[in-house]
């Protein structure tokens, strides 16, 4: 335990100092680094060139031949041309890859849902494989009759399927003091969007009732972390999900198999996975490291704690530093994903000249509570112009806006790990190239 907070101690910062002038730019190091490990050692799909053989006024290769039956593959894998879209992790992040964070490669994705194979993880003792004859899920503490739920007991229930996001908190925790990551799978890839199925928590409470001062309850999950998290009853019986669907199948083992609980537009780290008790309580647990509750320490030196909600946030997935403008010059559409922990997307503003001027982005329907939205705006590019400042400014249906990076650091200061839900900034050269960056006002 206690890797999400070691995950701020171990990061390399860039010039601290946020009221200089200028353009804070990503490392040089990590930069490199990242670039390396993004190329995935091949060139970008669906390019121009190819074999000429396969090209007009040829024939194809692929309609000379018979292809491959049916369950060659009983259960289906993408193409091998699109190996380069997986998650990927940061080596110096974390000691080692059980206590870790893998990353949504969120540039390749088209529309809200996050594949189940791509949905980063996070997890704090590695993921374990378990038996769902074996799985048992404990509802105890002030309840009138204590019980314990089967797999089959919860399928039986009335069940719901819901999308929604499930984000980190610390998702973008290495930006508060200058640009870091050199891609959106890192600066914002602890993020998916899946559509999850299961029983509603009221329902579980209704079968064992509730004591009138049940006002607390703690959620521990049964893998060797046993990260156990606080949240108030008021939010279990109002939308959280006890799901065992993730997409239409079964949950994947690394998001929690057989069941975890989804907790809408609250931090990830209090979705549980693997889940195997709920205990009732008239307070929240402080008493285990493991039941410990995620802070935001403050300039003033006080910290804000039971800051839940994730709230509005957006970033531009097109053009970005895996998906950079050379050779594209005329239209582009620029794409991205916003998303509130607090309900609705309810607009979307694009700047390309650093905030200076603004124009208001497509929302994709459906525009769900909670969920990731995507946003679509068209934008000529000529090489040779610019350079460019890209940003995205998401508002959310309860009139939040998403903060400048500067008026969040006056408010919170660059001590902070989590909630870091800024204005993000790409800086495109003249030459199409995309660099994460930072800008003042
Ligand atoms: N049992 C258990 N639940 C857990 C964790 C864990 O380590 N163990 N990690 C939490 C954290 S910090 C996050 S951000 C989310 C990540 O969910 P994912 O791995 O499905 O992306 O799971 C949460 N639930
Ligand atoms: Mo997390």
Same mark, same amino acid.
């Given at each position: 335990m206690g890797s999400e907070m070691d995950m701020g101690s171990e990061m390399e910062r860039n010039d !601290?100092? +946020?009221? %200089?002038r200028g353009v804070l730019r990503a490392g040089a190091k990590l930069a490199a680094a990242a670039a390396a490990a993004l190329s995935g050692g091949r060139a970008v799909a669906?390019?121009?060139? @190819?074999?000429p053989e396969n090209l007009p006024p040829n024939l194809p290769e692929w309609g000379r031949t018979l292809g491959a039956g049916v369950i060659?593959? !009983?259960?289906g894998t993408p193409s %091998?041309?699109? $190996?380069? =879209?997986v998650r990927r992790y940061v +080596?110096?992040?974390? $000691? *080692?890859? #059980? @206590?870790s964070v893998s990353f949504t !490669?969120?540039?390749?994705?088209?529309? #809200?849902i996050t594949p189940n194979g791509l949905c980063f993880e996070r997890h704090h003792g590695g993921y374990p494989d378990v038996d769902p004859n074996d799985w048992r899920l404990m509802v105890h503490g002030l309840v009138d009759r204590p019980k314990i739920f089967t797999l089959q007991d919860l399928m039986r229930m009335p069940t719901v399927s819901r999308i929604h996001f499930l984000e980190c908190p610390?998702?973008?925790?290495?930006?508060? %003091?200058g640009a870091q990551m050199s891609g959106v799978q890192f600066t914002h890839g602890m993020l998916m969007c899946c559509e999850w199925t299961g029983v509603q928590l009221k329902h579980i409470f209704a079968e064992t009732g509730l004591k009138p001062n049940a006002s607390w309850v703690l959620a521990e999950g049964g *893998?060797?972390?046993?990260?156990s998290r606080s949240l108030p009853i008021a939010k279990l019986l109002d939308d959280c999900i006890l799901a065992f669907g993730q997409n239409g199948e079964m949950l994947r083992p690394q998001q929690g198999y057989p069941v975890r609980l989804v907790v809408p537009g609250?931090?990830?780290? =209090?979705? #549980?996975?693997?889940i195997r008790r709920l205990e009732v309580g008239d307070r929240p647990w402080y008493h285990r490291a493991e039941t410990r509750t995620y802070t935001d320490l403050l300039p003033s030196g006080k910290a804000r704690q039971f800051t839940f909600i994730n709230e509005v946030n957006s970033v531009i997935t097109y053009p970005c530093p895996e998906k950079p403008?050379?050779?594209?010059?005329?239209f582009v559409e620029i794409k991205g994903l916003a998303w509130s922990g607090l309900g609705k997307i309810a607009r979307v503003d694009v700047s390309v000249d650093g905030g200076d001027t603004w124009r208001t982005a497509e929302l994709q329907e +459906? =525009?769900?509570?909670k969920a990731l939205t995507r946003f679509r705006i068209p934008w000529e590019w000529r090489e040779g112009t610019g350079p460019f400042y890209l940003q995205s400014r998401a508002i959310d249906e309860t009139g939040r806006v998403q903060p400048s990076v500067h008026a969040l650091r006056e408010v919170?200061? =660059?001590?902070? #790990?989590?909630?870091?839900?800024r204005i993000h900034t790409w800086l495109v050269e003249k030459d199409g190239t995309v660099v994460n960056v930072q800008i003042d006002g």
């Open positions: !601290p100092n +946020p009221s %200089r669906g390019g121009n060139g @190819g074999n060659e593959e !009983p259960y %091998r041309h699109e $190996a380069h =879209v +080596p110096w992040l974390t $000691a *080692d890859r #059980i @206590g !490669p969120l540039a390749e994705l088209h529309g #809200i610390a998702n973008g925790g290495m930006e508060w %003091r *893998d060797a972390s046993h990260l609250y931090e990830g780290n =209090v979705w #549980i996975k693997w403008l050379h050779g594209k010059a005329g +459906p =525009v769900l509570s919170r200061g =660059v001590e902070s #790990i989590y909630h870091n839900n």
